[in-house]
């Protein structure tokens, strides 16, 4: 497969000209309008406290958000490592399983028919439910951790994955017949590359979810992650904090998604 | 004879019982020949470019394809196929699409390709368009895209299934016309499957009328136009003549 993702690069070339004048007006309507928006969001939650007279230790304000983003942002930052590793860890892990399940799904039915449904059972348990169960098998380290991430990632890469594997063009499918290409040929030159659109819709889900994965994995058996942290000063009415690292999370989510979107602008770029 | 069809039937397994898509066909294809097929739908014309070019194979009655089984001729790269709709790879510019049949089991570092890439698409009428995406190029530039990239290994046969089917009839009158001209420059073997009487009548030397299902020759109509056909030969009696016989042996037909 890197094979394939080399030749789509190499291959795609479209007028420099006509994605630079696009780019400013693209830029200014992605960024610019949400940041807005958030703007908006926020000094709306200032205005509602001050009107309702709500208690810091229920909703805190805005500022004192910031300041406890600031003054405690070495804390914050010690514990974003461990969450950024095992959702960076299980985004890996599930969506490699996926690609790698679905590959052989396409090619082998008898494996779809058998192992399709064993797959979306696993989806349909609660993933809170599953999140303790991992740590007594897995321990208390990163495993467990990784482990929930890669499971929130898998399903939706995998049904995302097939049905991209499967999208592929029959004539273009016929075609390799006709030019005696061999099944990794043909996969090379025409499913994998058919696939990355539907690869890459997934991997913006599973960007966001494998930090939710994560962050509900270290609600239990740990120390250390955001997810500890926002249980931590749930428990302690340490509100300010709480929602500063529910902004830390969110913003690593986030910058995933981005990651992930800026990848598929460089790999998909027929899809524009 | 570049292709040679005996007694071919093909029956496919259906859910509703088997169906006999072709039954005791027989059809003889000369070297340099442009023979149309023509028939009423789903009466198995596309079954047998397939049948030739060894996507597909008979139940019974055997395929020659320039002296051998039809499976020689597609590992050795004799038989062009242009499907009803170009079948681009939409990742890969006009001319990477083009390059395809070389790239594929390194057919152009074994072989010295008959004509560059970049030669082709200007043959089809595409100089200039060699870094266009499929999706910025017209479903008739698609279609020439396609005719270039089947052309590319220099295939002696070229099997073409409604190669013209979803154009627009000003597309297709001008794609007819650089068809003939691409023939007469390759001089390859063409089997060109069409729903279109006058498109088989100005194209072709030799037009084979098919049955409903199973599909088999009823009638095979020599056209003797005057070479090379240039439009106006569309609006003379012979044409109309032809047509109009052609019109009659599809109304027995069904």
């Not at chain 1, 960024?31 to 230790?57: E, G, K, M, Q, T």
């Not at chain 1, 969110?250 to 598929?264: D, H, R």
């Not at chain 2, 109509?221 to 047509?243: G, M, N, Q, Y």
Request: aromatic content about 8%; glycine content about 6%.
């Amino acid at each position: 497969m890197p094979g394939g993702v080399d030749t789509a690069q190499s291959e795609l070339t479209i007028p420099a000209a006509a994605s630079r004048a696009g780019a400013g007006t693209v830029l200014v309507r992605r960024l610019l309008f949400p940041v807005i928006a958030i703007a908006a969001l926020v000094l709306l939650w200032d205005v509602v406290i001050r009107i309702f007279s709500v208690p810091p230790y229920v909703v805190p304000t805005p500022a004192s958000v910031g300041q406890a983003l600031v003054k405690e942002r070495a804390r914050l930052l010690d514990n974003s490592i461990p969450t950024i590793l095992e959702s960076l860890g299980g985004f890996a892990l599930g969506n490699l399983v996926a690609i790698a399940a679905a590959i052989a799904f396409v090619h082998n039915r008898t494996l779809e028919r058998v192992l399709y449904p064993v797959a979306v059972a696993v989806r349909t348990l609660p993933i809170v439910a599953i999140a303790p169960i991992f740590v007594l098998m897995l321990g208390n380290g990163y495993a467990p951790k990784i482990a929930i991430a890669a499971l929130i990632t898998f399903f939706p890469t995998l049904v995302n994955m097939v049905e991209g594997l499967e999208s592929a063009d029959p004539q273009a499918m016929e075609l390799m017949h006709v030019l005696s290409a061999s099944r990794t040929e043909a996969f090379r030159y025409v499913r994998w590359p058919s696939s990355l659109p539907y690869l890459f819709s997934a991997m913006r889900i599973a960007s966001t979810s494998s930090v939710l994965g994560a962050l509900v994995a270290e609600w239990i058996g740990t120390n250390k992650g955001l997810g500890y942290l926002i249980v931590l000063t749930t428990y302690d009415f340490r509100t300010a904090l709480l929602y500063a690292a529910m902004v830390m999370t969110s913003a690593i989510a986030l910058a995933f998604f981005f990651l992930v979107s800026i990848l598929e602008w460089v790999l998909v770029r027929w899809e524009r | 004879m570049d292709i040679v069809v005996r007694d071919v039937s093909m029956v496919f397994p259906a859910s509703a019982g088997p169906v006999r898509a072709l039954g005791n066909l027989s059809l003889d294809v000369q070297s340099g020949e442009l023979v149309a097929l023509i028939g009423p739908s789903g009466c198995g014309k596309s079954t047998l470019l397939r049948l030739i070019a060894d996507v597909v194979q008979p139940t019974s009655g055997t395929v020659e394809v320039r002296g051998g089984p039809p499976a020689r001729a597609r590992v050795a790269r004799e038989l062009g196929f242009v499907f009803q709709h170009p079948g681009l790879l939409l990742w890969r510019d006009a001319l990477a699409n083009v390059s395809l049949p070389l790239e594929v089991g390194g057919w152009g570092r074994r072989h010295q390709a008959p004509h560059q890439p970049a030669e082709l698409l200007e043959l089809v009428g595409l100089k200039g368009f060699e870094r266009a995406f499929p999706r910025q190029l017209s479903g008739g530039m698609q279609q020439r895209v396609a005719i270039a990239r089947a052309l590319v290994t220099g295939p002696p046969i070229l099997l073409m299934d409604e190669p013209f089917g979803a154009l627009d009839e000003i597309t297709r009158d001008h794609m007819n016309q650089e068809l003939l001209r691409i023939w007469a420059a390759t001089r390859t073997t063409i089997v060109f499957v069409t729903h279109s009487i006058a498109e088989a009548v100005y194209l072709a030397s030799r037009v084979f009328v098919f049955s409903p299902r199973p599909g088999r020759v009823i009638e095979e109509v020599a056209i003797d136009l005057p070479s090379p056909r240039v439009p106006a030969v569309k609006d003379t009696p012979e044409f109309v003549r032809h047509t109009a016989a052609l019109r009659r042996a599809l109304a027995q037909a069904a």
